[in-house]
């Protein structure tokens, strides 16, 4: 861990000195300096300039949360399970699998028919909907009168999040996928994002960066904001344990008979927790970093074509009992697309079956970090489980 001598309260980072670009420490900085933020803010390997706050960040507040920080997908996260196949159990092509999957778990935009989605979960979920639409009528919208919260619980979306298909070190087969939660979660997030705006406008603070407004626990609305957020972080665990089953009824169709493991590790990495650190209630933000208690469970995927990682927490305190949630980009989504072509896809996705079309390229191994260094960067954080390596890639 290196002390980085930024804003009020500094920054613990677990990243090479050299591998955190300007704009992302000119953010670090600007969060930590925030007078909500009175403690330490902890900087994950995997560090890189977030939209609204770093990803790769763990930001702990005092009697506030900044709306920005928590992102738009509350709740993003990781799924993953092992099954009782192996290697051998496979076909010789896993196309088939791949169209299926694609299939039964709408992607992109795409969303269920009304009558294909986990109803059930959606009734279970909707009264606590209903309480924040009250509250806040704009996060009704239009999606929520045609209950397209509804139709997308189960659904992968765009953007980074995936399913896979992963073999362990002793060729055992995983199911592992990553989303969010989905155009609701996005819904709540906008809409307290500008509510936190109006408040530091109202009270006169200046900020460099209106991303970094925040709302205090003695605003009116703090409570409607936490039970929304709870909600959306419950809404996102669902969506990701809705795909995992229909991955599983996929599966049944084309493979051997097969047992699921016991134990699903499904967890998030854009969130916010009340915890209790040095003594102190906080709020802790984790903008792309996941809960790394001793004991704790995690995923840490890289990226499309290359290793993956199961973890158990250490529990480092310096960390908030947090660690990294993935590779990180090292470029943009536009820098990906300029530097790569078509020809590199077979080349950085060979032995992964996926689509191999332009729609892929900002995706590319190429434009992540080397998850291998992440990795070796945060041993006091996570010991290694697992390493697994993807066979089969479905993108949003």
Not at 372 to 394: G, P, R
Request: charged share 25%; glycine share 10%.
């Amino acid at each position: 861990m290196d002390i980085l001598e930024l804003g009020g309260v500094g920054v613990r980072s677990w990243a090479e000195k050299n591998s955190i670009e300007p704009e992302a420490l000119q953010q670090l900085d600007a969060l930590a300096r925030l007078p909500v933020v009175d403690a330490p803010i902890a900087v994950m390997p995997d560090v890189h300039l977030g939209k609204g706050a770093t990803v790769g960040s763990v930001v702990p507040t005092r009697a506030a949360i900044i709306p920005a920080a928590v992102g738009v997908d509350i709740g993003c996260g990781m799924c993953a399970v092992p099954l009782s196949l192996y290697a051998k159990d496979l076909p010789d092509t896993l196309r088939t699998i791949r169209l299926q999957i694609e299939r039964d778990v709408p992607v992109g935009r795409n969303m269920h028919r009304p009558d294909r989605f986990p109803e059930a979960v959606a009734q279970t979920l909707e009264p606590g909907l209903q309480k924040i639409a009250e509250r806040a009528p704009k996060i009704r919208g239009k999606g929520r009168k045609k209950r397209e919260w509804a139709l997308q619980l189960g659904t992968l979306g765009g953007g980074n999040h995936f399913i896979e298909l992963c073999l362990d070190e002793s060729d055992r087969l995983w199911i592992m996928l990553h989303s969010g939660s989905r155009g609701i979660g996005h819904a709540i997030g906008e809409y307290y994002i500008e509510r936190a705006k109006e408040y530091v406008l109202r009270e006169g603070i200046e900020l460099p960066d209106m991303a970094l407004a925040w709302l205090p626990e003695s605003e009116e609305i703090f409570p409607d904001y936490w039970e929304a957020l709870s909600w959306a972080q419950t809404y996102a665990a669902a969506n990701r344990q809705a795909m995992l089953d229909a991955v599983i009824g996929a599966l049944r169709r084309h493979l051997p008979p097969f047992v699921v493991g016991d134990a699903v590790i499904n967890c998030h990495h854009n969130y916010v927790a009340r915890e209790q650190h040095d003594g102190r209630e906080l709020y802790i933000t984790r903008k792309g970093a996941i809960r790394a208690r001793a004991g704790d469970l995690g995923i840490i995927p890289g990226s499309m074509g290359t290793r993956s990682y199961i973890v158990r927490g250490r529990g480092e305190a310096a960390s908030y009992c947090s660690c990294a949630h993935g590779a990180g980009r090292r470029m943009s989504r536009s820098e990906a697309r300029r530097q790569f072509h078509e020809e590199d896809i077979e080349m950085q996705t060979s032995g992964v079956e996926c689509r191999k079309d332009a729609g892929i390229i900002d995706e590319l191994p190429g434009a992540y970090k080397d998850i291998d260094a992440v990795m070796a960067q945060q041993t006091d954080l996570v010991e290694v489980l697992h390493t697994l390596k993807q066979i089969l890639c479905v993108k949003g």
